[in-house]
């Protein structure tokens, strides 16, 4: 309705219950506390005063829906039954760990409440309102071309707020009585927030946690990323609503314990990036979460599902000896981890290490990893305003394959679309991304990206040691295309030598397909949690599905066997890049299967090779027989951990 006023010269005010608002502020009309049906005054004042007075009881006419499309509330995924109090989540990367509650959704950095030069601040004010309205304006027609209209309601209204004159004018005034930019905008939001909150609607006092988006936008473009950064304790629990993967890495890792989200899934990227960086973290534990108390202590049992708020000290004594034990065994495990994994039958496993930069590729080496199972390549495409191109890229990967001392580096051609975003590719409106331009549909749709990378990729050295993946292959028609093209710009480049070319097998066609793909690919890999999504028709990043989403469903680990069976007709190995390989419990299982290779979180490598050894491939192929026939994920890990309990 403020869009309405917006749009006329004249002023507009709403009256209502005695009180007047600016019909151009969405928070002093919000601040009015009008419900549906009241009856208000609207004068207009000024040129156009008849038409906008017109324009603005329209617009109070017209019925809403309630909020604006606010995410449904986040319900706990974790069905087990816990002590009373205790939060229940998702295992998102396992681990026990102590420490003290910070929480990044409640984090308030510090201003300084007086400042000398009014004008000064009153310039960094505007220029920081301006900064974040374009930013939230840039979010806007992402999600719009996206076809994620709720998402664009959301950023409209933020939108809204941020140009709000009340605010501003509010803020403003505080500046010229002498206080800082950051202080009076602080102050402007906290007294419309107050305002919100005790008129008694829940509609309304939703629209607080708007209000302090917004702020800690504002905050945030005024004081730069270093002040705005929460305060960390040695061991630190980050507690948030949802963590954004750039705010787990700029943190600190050895300050970081463990992670606690109120939303997420077990294959979100922050849950990728937790594994790899050995954090236990429990993702999906709903809202209660966000009541833990900021620097409180707490115990999570990430492996086990849950979190003790208030943990006894015979608890915490048991968890420190447990960690303790825990890290010797790694120490242990560490030791060894630079031999091959070899099954107590003598079979090899490649146990090989998922990756995205060069920092991981040192860090996949110094964990004993054999090779690269998978390099994911959007890390070099997202958060900037135009693609890398091949220079850049082939310096990128270039510089992982040096560090890898003469391993093998499976890269992963761009992978995006679905629920890794890239703003400069104007991806069309889709109603539903994770059926729609993902994977290498996105490269079909954009040949001179795909062309880019390919050419970086073929101008690496040794060739001999790069192995091309695709991603999103559903049939062999694709992969022809793909190699097709490799082979005339190879030819172009007038090359001779050709990497090898692997098909990640993550849509159920390309298990069912997988004797035909591996006919002419050189190896499969799959990707169990693309798979598992589409397989059960779960979205990986639905939370309250995340209990659910269990690559170990028997319906996985058939299309497992079956891919399996597909690409031994023609002697072709397959892996598996999935978090699934990560779990430890599925290790016997995806050897039982026939798996060659299994590509983890680089930290997780001793521990994975540790418990190959530990197996026997011809036991292991039996029992599995007997798990294809569960009926749920839940009876194929009570028996896989009764058949092979971890140590
Ligand atoms: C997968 O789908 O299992 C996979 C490894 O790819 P990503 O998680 O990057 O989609
Ligand atoms: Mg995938």
Redesign the pocket.
């Given at each position: 309705m403020q869009n309405a006023a917006r749009q006329y010269r004249s002023s507009v005010r709403v009256e209502f219950n005695g009180q007047a608002a600016n019909a151009r502020s969405v928070v002093a009309l919000m601040g009015l506390g009008v419900a549906e049906d009241d009856d208000v005054a609207v004068l207009a004042q000024g040129e156009d005063a008849a038409a906008a007075a017109a324009a603005v009881i329209a617009a109070l006419q017209t019925r809403t829906e309630s909020g604006h499309g606010a995410p449904a509330p986040l319900a706990s995924a974790s069905a087990r039954s816990l002590p009373a109090g205790w939060i229940g989540g998702i295992c998102a990367a396992p681990g026990l760990a102590i420490g003290q509650v910070v929480r990044l959704d409640a984090f308030e950095p510090q201003v300084a409440e007086f400042a000398v030069n009014a004008d000064s601040e009153r310039d960094q004010l505007n220029r920081a309102l301006t900064e974040v309205s374009a930013g939230i304006a840039a979010a806007i027609d992402d999600a719009l071309r996206r076809g994620q209209t709720s998402q664009s309601d959301i950023f409209s209204a933020h939108l809204a707020l941020v140009d709000d004159p009340e605010l501003r004018g509010a803020a403003e005034r505080d500046i010229a009585a002498g206080h800082s930019a950051g202080y009076a905008f602080r102050q402007a939001v906290r007294a419309q927030c107050r305002v919100l909150s005790s008129l008694g609607s829940p509609l309304l006092a939703e629209r607080v946690a708007d209000l302090k988006d917004i702020e800690r936008q504002v905050l945030k473009a005024l004081l730069g990323d270093a002040q705005s950064e929460p305060e960390l304790y040695p061991a630190s629990i980050l507690v948030a609503e949802d963590l954004a993967p750039s705010e787990l890495t700029r943190l600190p890792r050895e300050r970081v314990a463990g992670i606690l989200s109120a939303a997420g899934g077990a294959?979100g990227h922050v849950a990728?990036l937790a594994r790899a960086l050995g954090i236990p973290a429990l993702v999906a534990c709903g809202p209660q979460v966000l009541r833990l108390d900021a620097g409180s202590e707490v115990l999570l049992d990430a492996s086990q599902g849950s979190c003790d708020p208030a943990p006894a000290a015979a608890s915490l004594a048991a968890a420190r000896q447990a960690m303790a034990e825990r890290e010797r065994r790694r120490a242990d495990m560490r030791a060894d981890a630079d031999g091959a994994a070899v099954t107590l039958d003598g079979v090899r496993v490649e146990v090989a290490a998922?990756i995205a930069n060069e920092e991981d590729a040192r860090e996949a080496v110094r964990h004993g990893a054999d090779s690269v199972g998978?390099l994911?390549t959007?890390f070099l495409f997202i958060d900037r305003r135009d693609a890398p191109d091949r220079y850049e890229q082939a310096n990128a990967y270039q510089a992982v394959l040096d560090e890898l001392q003469g391993r093998v580096a499976i890269i992963r051609t761009l992978?995006v679309g679905g629920d890794k975003e890239v703003p400069y590719l104007t991806l069309p409106p889709e109603p539903n991304p994770a059926l729609g331009l993902r994977g290498i549909r996105t490269g079909f749709a954009h040949p001179e990206m795909l062309d880019e990378q390919l050419r970086a990729l073929l101008m690496l050295r040794p060739l001999s040691l790069l192995r091309i993946l695709v991603?999103m292959i559903a049939d062999v028609g694709e992969l022809r295309r793909l190699r097709r093209r490799i082979d005339s710009l190879a030819e172009e480049m007038g090359l001779s030598e050709r990497p090898q070319l692997g098909v990640?097998v993550?849509v159920p066609s390309a298990a069912l397909l997988a004797d035909q793909l591996a006919a002419e690919a050189d190896f499969l890999s799959?990707?169990?949690?693309?798979?598992t999504q589409y397989t059960l028709a779960m979205d990986r990043c639905n939370a309250s599905l995340a209990a659910s989403l269990d690559a170990m469903h028997p319906a996985l680990l058939r299309l497992i066997e079956r891919t399996v069976a597909g690409a031994s007709l023609h002697g072709k190995w397959v892996g598996v890049?999935?978090?699934l390989a990560s779990d430890p419990l599925a290790t016997p299982v995806l050897i039982g299967l026939g798996v060659a290779e299994l590509s983890v979180s680089p930290g997780l490598v001793p521990e994975i090779k540790a418990r190959v050894r530990a197996l026997d491939q011809q036991a292991c192929l039996k029992r599995v027989e007997q798990l294809l026939r569960l009926d749920s994920a839940a009876e194929v890990r009570a028996q896989a951990a009764e058949w092979w309990p971890e140590a």
């Open positions: 294959t990728i998922n998978l994911r959007e992978d991603p990640m993550e799959i990707g169990t949690n693309d798979l890049c999935g978090a």
